[in-house]
């Protein structure tokens, strides 16, 4: 049997939410606030480690970044309440033979250091699926091995880092409850995301959810945006070398602001699922420094039996059959267009949405990513 750490990090709106629910729940003991956490269904919560543990692992998850919680675990297991590196004390106390982080910011020379120091420990697993630079690489190199979600992100870590890296995709378990009942779906589309301008991968998304929120009233658009990113939005426009006039600078500025005051607060876990199963089309886009398929929100919104309308990219047949089980869009006029056309054939709005939920179930479950781990972990282990 091995022992099976997976340390992970939330965002940190989600971390706000998590510490005020934790508050209102403070007689609990460690072990229950934690499943309480997970109950509220955010990201990944335990997944991987629930189906690892029916291949006889012994799983722990560790919640690095919700303050509250480690002071919980501290109080109850850690002897020594002034030792400053909780995560290396938890690998210690959990025996981990395997560590699997989930983010890269979570690990440092230092840490993996006095990690690597601990006889239990055999296997260092740093999962990684968003932009690489120099800074990043230098930080995934100290991994003894790497995981990453799409094809691009695999071709540029073995690019820039000489590590073993493996691709699994992300993943989604189907929802317990029957949403197949279009009636009960009263969202004819949602959207659901961030505007990252700054680090400029979502500068087209600007356009496209102005033409959502202009085009559809029935609709759900909850943006990860605030007052603050406007204005460091404006700022970094001025101040980039963009290749635009300042007409269009302008005309951005002003669908922002128009975003601003017309979409929704962003919403997580439960929350966001909850609008999911009511909705009919799920618009779905990947951020713009990437040629390559399989960002979360395709599995999740597939999983929760909506039809998924999403950006024209390499790899996405392996995950999904264009025109059956997803619908492609090629620009935003595509994008409003195929809406429109679905809205009025629902017969086969509900074709498409069953049959990307088939296929989620049978090849995107959380139990097809953990055979997959499962295979890699025993790969490595047995080569080391």
């Not at 919980?72 to 560590?99: A, G, H, V």
């Not at 998304?205 to 943006?223: Q, T």
């Not at 302008?250 to 962003?266: A, D, E, G, T, V």
Request: proline content about 1%.
């Amino acid at each position: 049997m091995f022992r099976f750490t997976r340390i992970s990090s939330v965002y940190p709106e989600v971390a706000n939410i998590i510490e005020n629910e934790i508050r209102q729940n403070n007689n609990l003991n460690y072990k229950k606030t934690l499943n309480k956490v997970f109950s509220y269904g955010f990201g990944e919560k335990n997944n991987l480690s629930k189906e690892l543990s029916k291949k006889n692992y012994k799983c722990e998850e560790i919640i690095s970044n919700i303050n509250s919680l480690q002071k919980k675990w501290t109080k109850e297991f850690l002897k020594n309440k002034n030792d400053e590196n909780i995560l290396l004390e938890q690998i210690k106390f959990y025996k981990s033979n395997i560590i699997y982080f989930n983010n890269y910011s979570l690990i440092d020379k230092k840490l993996l250091s006095e990690i690597r120091k601990l006889k239990h420990v055999k296997l260092i697993i740093v999962f990684h699926c968003s932009p690489i630079d120099t800074r990043i690489a230098k930080k995934l190199k100290l991994a003894d091995i790497l995981v990453t979600c799409t094809d691009g992100y695999k071709k540029q870590i073995n690019k820039m880092i000489k590590k073993k890296c493996y691709k699994i995709c992300h993943a989604s378990n189907a929802l317990n409850k029957n949403y197949e009942n279009f009636k009960n779906r009263n969202i004819d589309i949602a959207f659901i995301g961030s505007l990252y301008v700054k680090s400029g991968l979502h500068i087209n998304r600007i356009n496209l959810i102005f033409n959502l929120l202009k085009s559809f009233k029935n609709s759900y658009i909850a943006i990860n945006f605030s007052l603050k990113n406007v204005y460091q939005i404006i700022c970094f426009f001025f101040n980039t070398k963009l290749k635009l006039s300042i007409i269009e600078k302008l005309n951005l500025i002003y669908k922002i602001f128009y975003i601003y005051n017309n979409c929704k607060k962003p919403i997580y876990g439960k929350k966001m699922i909850n609008i999911l199963s009511k909705s009919k089309i799920l618009i779905n886009t990947h951020i713009e420094d990437t040629k390559y398929a399989g960002n979360m929100r395709l599995f999740e919104g597939t999983a929760a039996g909506c039809m998924v309308i999403t950006d024209n990219k390499l790899g996405l047949k392996k995950l999904f059959i264009p025109k059956k089980e997803v619908v492609i869009y090629n620009n935003v006029n595509d994008l409003l267009k195929k809406i429109n056309q679905f809205l009025k054939n629902v017969p086969k709005l509900i074709s498409v949405a069953n049959k990307g939920k088939r296929k989620t179930i049978l090849h995107h479950s959380y139990r097809n990513r953990a055979k997959e781990f499962h295979k890699i972990i025993h790969k490595n282990l047995k080569y080391k």
